[in-house]
């Protein structure tokens, strides 16, 4: 690689649901971040519970748009108007949207919504916008838990790289073939 050839990054999420606490502080800064209608939501926290009373925990793991390696929101779009940046980004032309809801009903995340006031589908872009001003997302900002890291994968000497190379971790539906790119730290 010449000096002025520049690397692409690939921009990946790695969450640590033991650090999340469920305050929302992810959800408000998004949503303030980038205009999200009131009741509709970006990213989310799942909460789930394990164990059998009296001996229950609460578990939350943070979620958002996967930006999946082979995304399949992008393939049933019919106008093209959801895409995959070379640097791992899958992104929605809103001029091109026709808001159809196919790539809603593709999503096995389940990440999308319908703006009714624009008429078109919307969804987690990792703050696009502040990435290419060389910012973190806003939630990755905003966590107090600090259970979001954001980061260039292709960089080995990243966070995030160095979190997955010393942690297992896991992905969410890995057998519906998508490549998604938040990991989960498991232990």
């Given at each position: 690689m010449g000096?002025?050839?520049?690397?692409?990054?690939?921009?990946?999420?790695?969450?640590?649901?033991k650090r999340c606490i469920d305050c929302e502080a992810c959800m408000v800064s998004c949503s303030q971040e980038n205009s999200v209608?009131?009741?509709?939501?970006?990213?989310?926290?799942?909460?789930?519970?394990k164990g059998t009373y009296p001996n229950l925990s609460l578990f939350f793991a943070p979620e958002n748009c996967h930006h999946c390696t082979n995304p399949p929101c992008e393939r049933v779009c019919p106008t093209g108007a959801t895409y995959?940046?070379?640097d791992g980004l899958v992104l929605i032309d809103y001029d091109v949207c026709i808001g159809c809801r196919y790539c809603?009903?593709?999503?096995p995340y389940d990440a999308?919504?319908?703006d009714e006031e624009r008429g078109v589908v919307d969804k987690c872009t990792f703050c696009v916008h502040r990435l290419d001003?060389?910012?973190?997302?806003?939630?990755?900002e905003t966590c107090v838990g600090n259970a979001r890291?954001?980061?260039?994968?292709?960089?080995?000497?990243?966070?995030?790289?160095?979190?997955?190379?010393?942690?297992?971790?896991?992905?969410?539906?890995?057998?519906?073939?998508?490549?998604?790119?938040i990991y989960y730290l498991i232990d």
């Open positions: 000096a002025t050839e520049k690397k692409i990054p690939r921009w990946v999420f790695v969450m640590e649901p209608p009131i009741g509709h939501h970006r990213n989310w926290i799942d909460k789930s519970s995959r940046r070379e809603m009903m593709a999503c999308r919504y319908f001003a060389g910012q973190p997302p806003a939630c990755v890291h954001f980061g260039d994968l292709n960089d080995p000497e990243s966070e995030v790289s160095k979190l997955l190379a010393t942690h297992q971790y896991t992905t969410m539906y890995p057998d519906a073939g998508t490549g998604p790119n």
